[in-house]
């Protein structure tokens, strides 16, 4: 009798330390697909784009995109149409951003700023067009922006933007 309760005692012990291992596993699963989560995180950002023409002619402009870095990798675009400004004057455009970071191979710096919930990126565009004044006039004008930023995970708003 001792030995059958035993044999029970030690069969219930496997079958403990089985589900133990295979909660282990399930927990390790958890963990590597939360990780490829963070790796390859989205974001989707609404920005307002403002464009803003201190000429005394209007500017017409053509279709033009804002490319987003992260350690000089692409992360993302933002694409506008074509449009005007008027003279002396700002014109405000809402751009939807979407930043993916598949092209980062792993990157311990990329995975603690995420966990601190403050991303650095940069980006750049070429604004090309024509200035036209009293409909006589058309010059051509271009202008570049570089900026770097930190965007907030949180709230998916950009703060600490500096642009040249």
């Given at each position: 009798m001792a030995d059958q309760q035993r044999k029970t005692e030690m069969e219930s012990a496997a079958e403990v330390s089985k589900e133990l291992k295979r909660?282990?596993?399930?927990?390790?699963?958890?963990?590597?697909?939360?990780?490829?989560?963070?790796?390859?995180?989205?974001?989707?950002?609404?920005?307002?784009?403002?464009?803003?023409?201190?000429?005394?002619?209007?500017f017409k402009f053509q279709n033009t995109t804002?490319?987003?870095?992260?350690?000089g990798v692409g992360v993302g675009d933002a694409l506008f149409a074509t449009g005007r400004s008027k003279a002396r004057s700002t014109k405000k455009m809402n751009v939807a951003v979407e930043l993916n970071s598949n092209n980062i191979l792993n990157n311990s710096n990329l995975q603690s700023?995420?966990?601190?919930?403050?991303?650095?990126?940069?980006?750049?565009?070429?604004?090309?067009?024509k200035v036209q004044l009293m409909k006589l006039?058309?010059?051509?004008k271009s202008a570049e922006m570089r900026c770097a930023m930190v965007v907030n995970l949180v709230t998916k708003a950009i703060q600490d933007i500096k642009c040249q």
């Open positions: 909660k282990k596993r399930v927990k390790l699963l958890v963990y590597a697909l939360a990780f490829a989560i963070f790796q390859t995180i989205v974001i989707l950002l609404n920005a307002q784009v403002a464009i803003k023409n201190t000429n005394f002619g209007h804002i490319s987003f870095d992260y350690g700023e995420i966990e601190s919930g403050f991303l650095a990126l940069t980006c750049h565009s070429k604004l090309s067009g006039i058309k010059k051509k």
